[in-house]
């Protein structure tokens, strides 16, 4: 049943210090714009007062906003319920440490009124704590603002520039990892393969907050979460594995497998596991994935090297991963 004309899902996890900003952003919209909207904050088993910020600030307010508490399943899971419980015609995910740029929003609820497509994109600015700067990723180079363009887009956009049409979501039980970190990857790209169309609009939306030392970029944290990154590339490779006759969702993929790929060893490099590298190419290949030989990621290939010649050359190539794993405060052979 759709009675919204967009859902604003908010992932919330311990975030009581940021989260205010993120809720009054949508709450300095003005009154007029509410009936197109609903927010639906999902708590993910917070253990501080995230909850109790949000319920003073939308007490006596006409906004429609919905606080869903349940144990905590990791990032995936909060995305999974808000997709259960979402009313809107379109989907989009707010995390609940970053925040809407209120002029830009309104518009994008304009434009949603008078379109019908699968997928929406719309810029989004990278917000950076630690030297009080803004980067603004747009996408006007690559797409024509305005114009609904039949298939899918030529590569794979980020999550914060992405609003999906709630039905595809739904009707094709899409579901995101839970208790993993770093499902973005799985939200960009497993609707991919239903996506008949998409539309681009030029309007800076999301405000991306970063600098966090919790943060799940923060290299520290993958490095203690490498399993968890590890969870999410088996996962695109096996989708890879379903769609790979498929040229243009390949041709996406491809690109984000070398990017998950090269990631992943690097990180298995930092915490000494060796035998993981070797696994996880054995895994690509399982899946018709193959790594192709890339100067600019060095580390990977000279992995890839060691995998194919079992280790023939390690008298070589183990000097020189060693040297990389040392830079990164790990241990690859001896």
Known sequence: MQDKLLTIVVPT????????????????????????????????????????????????????????????????????????????????????????????????????????????ITDFSEQHIYNNSQIIIDFKDEFVSDKKIIGIPRRRIPMHALTYKTSILKDNNIKISEKTFYVDMEYTLLPLKYVKDYIYYNLDVYQYFLGRPDQSMNINVMKKKYNHHNRVTRRILDLYNEVKKEDKLRIILDDALEYLVNKQCLLFLMNGKKIEVHELFKYCERNGYRWKFNLAEKTTTLFYIDYKTKGILRFIINPLINKKAKKLGGTYAD
């Open 13 to 120: 996890y311990n975030i009581s210090q940021y989260i205010e900003k993120c809720i009054n952003s949508f709450l300095e919209i003005n009154a007029e714009y509410y009936k197109y909207f609903e927010v639906i904050v999902v708590n993910d088993g917070s253990t501080d007062d995230s909850v109790e910020v949000v319920e003073s600030l939308v007490k006596n307010r006409n906004m429609n906003i919905k606080i869903i508490s349940k144990e905590n399943g990791g990032h995936g899971s909060t995305i999974n319920k808000g997709i259960k419980e979402a009313k809107g015609k379109y989907f989009k995910v707010v995390d609940g440490d970053d925040w809407v740029n209120v002029d830009n929003f309104k518009k994008l609820i304009d434009k949603l009124q008078t379109v019908d497509a699968d997928i929406i």
